[in-house]
């Protein structure tokens, strides 16, 4: 069993930044793929970014995000970040991390979720 836990999110105004954490816990989280989704009102969960691996991993993001968000993760922590940059009023949505055997964009191939964090960007 996997437990993830989001914290970070906020309201920010448009050109600001925020950074999202993912705290893990459970046995085996760090033999897991990491990602970060969002849903915005009215729409799907969409993939954002992840990182195949835990140490060394090769990281991955949707076109919208490429440039301005990165992922990262901090083993001493067991955590996982989203910084976002340069944030624009279509980045508002609930953010989650989720945690999969292998990386991927679709959401069901995860197994495991956050509870997910309000971002609100302001124009």
């Known amino acids: 069993q996997v437990h993830l836990v989001e914290s970070g999110g906020g309201l920010v105004q448009a050109g600001g930044s925020l950074r999202l954490s993912c705290a893990a816990s459970?046995?085996?989280?760090?033999?897991?793929?990491m990602g970060w989704f969002r849903r915005a009102p009215g729409k799907e969960r969409e993939f954002v970014a992840g990182?195949?691996?835990?140490?060394?991993?090769?990281?991955y993001y949707t076109d919208s995000v490429k440039g301005r968000f990165t992922i990262s993760t901090d083993n001493a922590k067991n955590s996982v970040y989203l910084q976002m940059n340069s944030l624009k009023p279509e980045d508002t949505a609930v953010y989650y991390c989720a945690a999969a055997e292998l990386l991927s964009r679709t959401s069901s191939r995860y197994d495991y979720w956050g509870q997910g964090t309000q971002v609100t960007v302001s124009s």
């Open positions: 990182i195949t691996s835990w140490i060394g991993g090769s990281t």
């Open positions: 459970g046995r085996t989280f760090s033999r897991y793929a």
